[in-house]
């Protein structure tokens, strides 16, 4: 007898908070916008203009996203989008589900429309995908989130889009203007928060010329979330010298959204370091609770140490100018002292001879005059 597992139905309450919703790119990855969907526009050529929400069967309720937290698996939750044309003539959509992603900026975007999803974009399926809105009229379509058995507790992070093609004469596609709904899901389990940092490179420094300035470097490394949970982070790079001295520091960007999996490439570039020979590059990244979302408990701080050779050439060219110098003034000053010795001792011995000359002088007068006074007959 065949087995029918029966999947339980559950409407989770709508929270509302400021988190932003996607707004549209033509033909790309979408971007978590920071203004209200109900009042996001998109153009999708002349005199076409539209805006998505969350909704309920009524219309628009406020939210700016979806959000479901502690979703068990093998539970459907129902909801509704609202399409508004403001357009003067009918419009038609595609409307789909899809993946969330890491941007390289560490933001959170959404997989382009040839990109298969395989997350939550692919959980999420609307009663029509393709829909014909009259102008200046707003459309509530029902979306399902069915959370798979095998969906894996956490964060999961999508989207619900509504988009418009353009295509030429010839039939080819050449602009997709889409506008979405983000959508935050949190299944239920065990939390694993946590980066890692990988692909450390600190190699580069570059010296100044001036003996007095510090010089620079470029270190380039991989923050990768690890976890089950989306986090924001914040980094410091520091170069320190012997003792531990901290000789440069440099504090890159904030992440704002990392989601679990994904991981961000970033380049810091630290100035004012002043060259000691064999140095250390500490890079340390403090996750962040992402606004509006739940807390995921304690987030240990990641780090990471590598060696760095900081040659100081310019230091030492000084240090050899300065001991050739040094080395100059002491010769110098030797052949001074050597110079007045010698003056010195030739200005004795003329002093020595002269007095010589004169006693000699002396004897022969007095020695005259003896003689003169020995004769007088």
Same mark, same amino acid.
């Given at each position: 007898?065949?087995?029918? /597992?029966?999947?339980?139905?559950? #409407? ?7 988190? $932003? ?19 996001? $526009? ?14 309920? &069967?009524?219309?628009? %309720? ?7 937290? %502690? ?45 298969? @999803?395989?997350?939550? $974009? ?67 389990? *065990? ?7 990988? @692909? ?7 010296? &100044? ?6 010089? %620079?470097? =470029? ?16 980094? /410091? ?11 440069? &520091? ?12 994904? &991981? ?23 996750? =962040? ?22 040659? *100081? ?22 052949? /001074? /002292? #050597? ?32 003689? %003169? ?5």
């Amino acid at each position: 007898m065949k087995k029918v /597992r029966h999947m339980t139905t559950i #409407r989770l309450p709508r929270r509302i908070a400021a988190i $932003g919703i996607v707004a549209g790119v033509a033909a790309g990855v979408l971007g978590i916008a920071a203004t209200p969907a109900s009042a996001a $526009g998109a153009p999708a050529g002349p005199n076409i203009t539209w805006a998505v929400a969350p909704s309920t &069967s009524a219309g628009p %309720d406020g939210r700016t996203h979806y959000s479901y937290s %502690d979703v068990k698996p093998n539970n459907v939750v129902h909801d509704y989008i609202g399409i508004t044309n403001y357009s003067t003539q009918p419009v038609t959509f595609h409307v789909y589900g899809v993946d969330g992603v890491t941007t390289t900026s560490g933001t959170i975007g959404l997989k382009p429309a040839a990109a298969q @999803s395989t997350d939550i $974009g692919g959980w999420i399926s609307v009663e029509r995908n393709v829909v014909t809105v009259a102008p200046h009229t707003r459309l509530n379509e029902p979306i399902t989130l069915t959370v798979p058995d095998n969906a894996t507790p956490g964060d999961h992070v999508g989207g619900v889009v509504a988009s418009v093609t353009e295509a030429t004469q010839g039939g080819k596609v050449t602009r997709d203007d889409r506008v979405g709904v983000a959508m935050y899901l949190r299944v239920a389990g *065990p939390l694993h928060p946590g980066f890692t940092i990988e @692909s450390v490179s600190a190699s580069g420094y570059h010296g &100044s010329p001036n003996p007095f300035a510090g010089g %620079d470097a =470029t270190v380039a490394y991989t923050v990768h979330n690890t976890g089950n949970v989306r986090l924001g982070a914040n980094q /410091r790079v520091a170069v320190t010298g012997l003792f531990g001295i901290t000789f440069g &520091s440099a504090t890159p960007t904030a992440l704002q959204q990392v989601l679990p999996g994904g &991981s961000v490439r970033v380049t810091a570039h630290v100035t004012g370091i002043f060259p000691t020979g064999p140095m250390d590059v500490h890079i340390t990244v403090t996750p =962040t609770t992402v606004p509006g979302a739940q807390s995921a408990g304690s987030m240990p701080t990641a780090s990471y140490s590598v060696g760095l050779w900081a040659a *100081p050439w310019s230091q030492l060219v000084l240090l050899i100018v300065l001991v050739a110098l040094g080395l100059g003034i002491w010769r110098y000053l030797l052949w /001074r /002292r #050597r110079g007045r010795a010698a003056e010195l001792a030739a200005a004795v011995e003329r002093g020595r001879r002269e007095a010589a000359e004169d006693n000699e002088k002396l004897s022969g007068v007095g020695g005259r005059e003896s003689t %003169d006074q020995s004769d007088p007959e």
